[in-house]
């Protein structure tokens, strides 16, 4: 009995050490499991992260390209305008080399006397005052009026006249009715020549069946030219040089005594001193100092009534017709209001 109560006792400590056993295996299979479950799930976060970081950089890259885009159009404007600004700097260059010019042609033409002139008030008066003394006079048959006799300081001793007239839009919307009345007093000084002729500032004839030759002169003739000017509107360069030049090339001849009548209100060339001498060489002056082309002018004061318009071409053409007049034995009217019957 002793013998078996022993042995019992034996067995006592191996079954502990394998109950210590059999938990020390499950807590390890535990954890060797929950390694193996944890490694499983860091693929699926990981490849999410992944996805997410790729779409976060596509977001800043289209950004960017967005970015690039308007950065690119930003430079193009900057390009351009640094562009426009150089050249408006030269325009403001160019302008400020025009003003110092004319400036320098004011002041050496200011010895021609004043822009505005009071001959046509003068020529309106003496005409006057001409009419009545030829009534009283011719009433007991005692005056007979020279053909040559100054009219107002304006010599009507020509026997053929030229208009040359600007057409351009200024004056055609300003000025034309004061144009049609101007020309009409003009004729009515010269109650007959030998030929009259009609042509624009580009020298473009307003009759062009009558290209390079003259128009005679008759009442009838004389009321179409005016019917004529009512609603004559074509190109023109605010400039009368051309037309003036072709007028003197084309009629001028030494056996005959021609005016040109020149109404405009603009001269857009390039030099007064330029013209001056142009027509120098081509109206030379005889041998008792007298040119073959008189050459008046009317200035309209367009320019000067226009709000907004520069001046710098008006005064340009004032002074370039009172030289040019005064160097070929003409006369320049400036009148002072665009409005017909206004004051001169």
């Known amino acids: 009995m002793r013998r078996r109560h022993r042995r019992r006792r034996r067995r006592g400590p191996e079954n502990l050490s394998l109950s210590f056993l059999d938990a020390i295996s499950c807590g390890f299979g535990a954890i060797v499991l929950l390694l193996v479950l944890t490694k499983v799930g860091e693929p699926g976060a990981l490849e999410q992260a992944r996805q997410s970081l790729d779409a976060r950089i596509a977001e800043l890259e289209q950004r960017i390209a967005l970015l690039r885009g308007e950065t690119e159009v930003l430079e193009r404007r900057l390009t351009s305008r640094t562009e426009q600004l150089s050249t408006e700097d030269d325009r403001i260059a160019r302008l400020r080399g025009d003003l110092s010019r004319l400036r320098g042609e004011f002041a050496a033409s200011a010895e021609l006397s004043e822009v505005q002139d009071t001959v046509e008030g003068r020529l309106l008066a003496a005409r006057q005052r001409l009419t009545e003394e030829m009534k009283r006079l011719q009433a007991r048959q005692e005056y007979r009026r020279p053909p040559d006799a100054p009219v107002g300081g304006i010599p009507v001793d020509s026997e053929y006249i030229i208009f040359v007239i600007d057409t351009s839009g200024s004056m055609f919307q300003n ?170």
Do not use: C
């Open 175 to 344: 000025a034309w009715p004061r144009v049609q009345e101007k020309m009409a007093e003009v004729l009515e000084i010269y109650p007959r020549v030998e030929g009259i002729q009609v042509m624009n500032d580009m020298g473009q004839y307003m009759f062009s069946g009558y290209s390079g030759r003259w128009i005679p002169d008759t009442p009838g003739r004389r009321r179409v030219i005016l019917q004529t000017l009512r609603t004559w509107s074509v190109f023109s360069n605010s400039s009368p040089v051309e037309g003036i030049t072709r007028a003197i090339r084309t009629f001028a001849s030494p056996d005959k005594k021609i005016s040109i009548y020149v109404f405009g209100d603009e001269f857009t060339g390039d030099s007064v001193q330029d013209v001056l001498d142009t027509v120098a060489e081509i109206n030379p002056r005889d041998a008792e100092g007298n040119p073959r082309v008189r050459i008046h002018a009317v200035g309209f004061p367009v320019i000067f009534s226009v709000p907004g318009i520069s001046e710098t071409t008006g005064i340009r053409f004032a002074m370039l017709m009172r030289a040019l007049a005064e160097q070929n034995g003409g006369s320049f009217v400036g009148l002072n209001s665009v409005y017909t019957g206004g004051a001169r």
